[in-house]
């Protein structure tokens, strides 16, 4: 059985865990649901109490947990041009926390990571693509084709824009995302990790989490 209080036993008390709806993008006021994504399926946010970093090993264990059906694991945090980046790992549908709602993304342009994708691609927000610039000065969203991932530098690095995502909140549509390995370096934090998103096996278990 999937439950915050088996969760807590499994890593002690050094954890804070947050259950929150998962809103789809139709309720989050932007357009058509990701299918992949039940309505008002409930995802527990796992943290480190403290509100520091948990090691990497911790998204393993608790993907061991019986009934977990995905949990991913995300990395925050600011580079020194202060852009606001996640650290991903490549899924079918990615989640961002907004205040007591967790946000699912949807590709609107271009598209999602994918394996064996690059160190430096990049999928970025929707209002970031609008208010930003690709390396060479123009838009990223006219720049940005099937055939041509616009470059763009962050953090004193070379990225390649593979998608915007939106979410409908304007808020959480102004930040980047990366792959999470890359996020480690370019944030230094090698083997550390905000946080995971656990999402129940089924609806059915949903109650369990």
């Known amino acids: 059985m999937l439950t915050k209080k088996a969760i807590r036993f499994l890593f002690a008390s050094a954890l804070a865990l947050t259950v929150v709806p998962s809103l789809s993008f139709r309720e989050a006021g932007a357009g058509q ?13 796992v943290r480190a109490r403290d509100g520091g970093l948990l090691p990497e090993g911790i998204r393993a264990r608790i993907r061991g947990v019986q009934n977990v059906g995905r949990a991913e694991s995300f990395l925050e945090g600011v580079t020194t041009d202060k852009v606001r980046v996640i650290g991903v790992e490549p899924a079918s549908v990615l989640h961002f926390r907004s205040g007591n709602e967790a946000l699912a993304a949807i590709i609107v342009q271009g598209r999602g990571f994918e394996a064996g994708d690059a160190p430096e691609a990049m999928l970025v927000g929707k209002t970031f693509a609008q208010s930003n610039k690709t390396a060479l000065g123009l838009s990223i969203p006219a720049m940005l084709t099937k055939d041509h991932f616009p470059p ?20 959480t549509d102004d930040q980047v995302l990366v ?25 059915a278990s949903a109650d369990q989490v």
């Open 33 to 45: 649901a990701p299918p992949t994504v039940p309505r008002g399926t409930m995802i527990i946010q």
């Open 179 to 203: 792959l999470l390995a890359t996020a480690q370096k370019l944030l230094r934090q090698p083997g550390r990790l905000s946080g995971v998103y656990v999402t129940p096996a089924s609806p």
């Open 152 to 171: 763009i530098i962050v953090g004193g690095q070379g990225f390649a824009i593979v998608g915007i995502y939106a979410t409908g909140d304007p808020k």
